[in-house]
T-cell receptor, first 112, second 109 residues
Framework: NAGVTQTPKFQVLKTGQSMTLQCAQD?????MYWYRQDPGMGLRLIYY???????DKGEVPNGYNVSRLNKREFSLRLESAAPSQTSVYFC???????????FGSGTRLTVV | TQLLEQSPQFLSIQEGENLTVYCNSS?????LQWYRQEPGEGPVLLVT?????EVKKLKRLTFQFGDARKDSSLHITAAQPGDTGLYLC?????????FGEGTQLTVNP
């Protein structure tokens, strides 16, 4: 099925460990996004990529880095995980914002 | 930072009741979207409203965009257990979405 695929679905990290969250879309969308979702705070934008080769900071970029590997793939890296980064992470893609975003099913990350 | 406030934050009703969820901002948005999210899944787009005063209907769901394009409402008629989920509004400015905190709706049989 066409859509956005995120891996892994679940991950537990120790404080200070690093990891990369993977995201791939097969809809030929130009724009891709990383959000985190915390209770009572909605979805907050971490980084986005308006097109292949470009990335920009969102609302909460500290502690994260991203790579737009090609048009399909957009990864999110935590270099040194902290308990405050415990969250559910969603990747999304879109062609035009007015057409809506297509979201992946999320990665639930716990940092202990 | 453009903020979107949703109310109520939580809503628990019985099957067959009607309900309205509100999304308010002090900022003007070019358009606004509503998404529904189920546990363990990402949000799924329900509707986009573009014109001030616009009303769109999706079966038992009615969406309205305020005249000044700063607020929106979602009305559900005769709610069913299948309507249970987290409802999110999102304002569009440029190419980016700003999401509200969401309204968690539970419809009890």
């Amino acid at each position: 099925n066409a859509g956005v695929t995120q891996t892994p679905k679940f991950q537990v990290l120790k404080t200070g460990q690093s990891m990369t969250l993977q995201c791939a879309q097969d809809m030929n969308h130009n724009s891709m996004y990383w959000y985190r979702q915390d209770p009572g705070m909605g979805l907050r934008l971490i980084y986005y990529s308006a097109s292949e080769g470009t990335t920009d900071k969102g609302e909460v970029p500290n502690g994260y880095n991203v790579s737009r590997l090609n048009k399909r793939e957009f990864s999110l890296r935590l270099e040194s995980a902290a308990p405050s980064q415990t969250s559910v992470y969603f990747c999304a893609s879109s062609e035009l914002a007015n057409y809506g975003y297509t979201f992946g099913s999320g990665t639930r990350l716990t940092v202990v | 930072t453009q903020l979107l406030e949703q109310s109520p934050q939580f809503l628990s009703i019985q099957e067959g009741e009607n309900l309205t969820v509100y999304c308010n901002s002090s900022s003007v948005f070019s358009s606004l979207q509503w998404y529904r999210q189920e546990p363990g899944e990402g949000p799924v787009l329900l509707v986009t409203v573009v014109t001030g005063g616009e009303v769109k209907k999706l079966k038992r769901l009615t969406f309205q965009f305020g005249d000044a394009r700063k607020d929106s409402s979602l009305h559900i008629t005769a709610a069913q257990p299948g309507d249970t989920g987290l409802y999110l509004c999102a304002g569009i400015s440029g190419s980016r979405l700003t999401f509200g905190e969401g309204t968690q709706l539970t419809v009890n049989p």
